[in-house]
């Protein structure tokens, strides 16, 4: 959708109120009944920026950053879009949706897919509903009302079992069922986005993103933790092939 762009910020200036102040490095003692990758992962926690700033600023996750990072270098959520969130909860992607089309200010449209249910986020349509359900589209369109979407977004990510391979075909089966979803309901230009891990089939994803989009690339926001296997694939420029 057309629409006027505004100043970009990047996520990491955003991330980093306070910046040039060194800050203490939290440290987590190993108590009872915690184990050692958890007293990691809090520490992690902690000590990350992102985590700090989602806090402050009022979004559900440090994820949203992940998005913010995405739309100040592609420029897909426009005053006025009308955007599908997959895979929302707990809702972080949506809010920065709903902020930067200001479906929050009644003026766009988001509507929030997940199995797991997100708690109201204003200007944003809520489903709990599992995207495979043979009825997902039509119910998923209803929510959006007249018109195609603008873009479709998904973080969706299957429960890790633990297994580098079987987590990677996981994750990549989501995001096919993604890209397929989105061929049917994008206006043309419209946009996609998708969480990926790096393993080898993601190429072909984007091979087969290339026939429908104008714009096809791999991106790591700043919010992505550097030691992740996490990647978004953009596809912009939706190439609509319906008669």
């Known amino acids: 959708m057309a629409g006027p762009r505004r100043p970009r910020s990047s996520a990491h200036s955003r991330a980093s109120s306070g910046r040039g102040a ?21 520490q992690r926690q902690l000590n990350d920026p992102f985590v700090q700033e989602a806090k402050r600023r009022g979004y559900r996750s440090r994820a949203a950053f992940k998005l913010i990072g995405i739309d100040d270098k592609f420029h897909i959520l426009r005053p006025g879009g009308r955007i599908i969130d997959l895979g929302a909860t707990p809702g972080g992607w949506s809010q920065v949706a709903a902020q930067r089309t200001r479906a929050d200010k009644g003026e ?34 209803a929510a959006l009302g007249a018109g195609r979407a603008d873009a479709v977004i998904s973080d969706m990510a299957a429960h890790a079992t633990g297994h580098r391979q079987t987590d990677h075909l996981k994750i990549m089966g989501l995001a096919e069922a993604a890209a397929d979803f989105a061929r049917q309901v994008l206006a043309p230009g419209g946009a996609f986005v998708a969480k990926v891990l790096r393993g080898g089939t993601e190429n072909e994803l984007l091979a087969q993103l290339k026939a429908d989009f104008a714009r096809v690339r791999h991106f790591k926001p700043e919010a992505s933790r550097a030691d992740s296997a996490e990647l978004y694939v953009v596809a912009t420029g939706f190439r609509d092939g319906k008669k």
């Open 108 to 141: 766009g449209r988001v509507v929030a897919v997940d199995l797991h249910g997100v708690d109201p986020i204003p200007g944003v349509v809520v489903l709990k509903k599992d995207f495979y359900d043979a009825d997902a589209p039509d119910v998923i369109m």
């Open 22 to 42: 060194r800050k203490l490095k939290v440290r987590v003692k190993k108590a009872r009944g915690r184990t050692t990758s958890q007293v990691r992962w809090l």
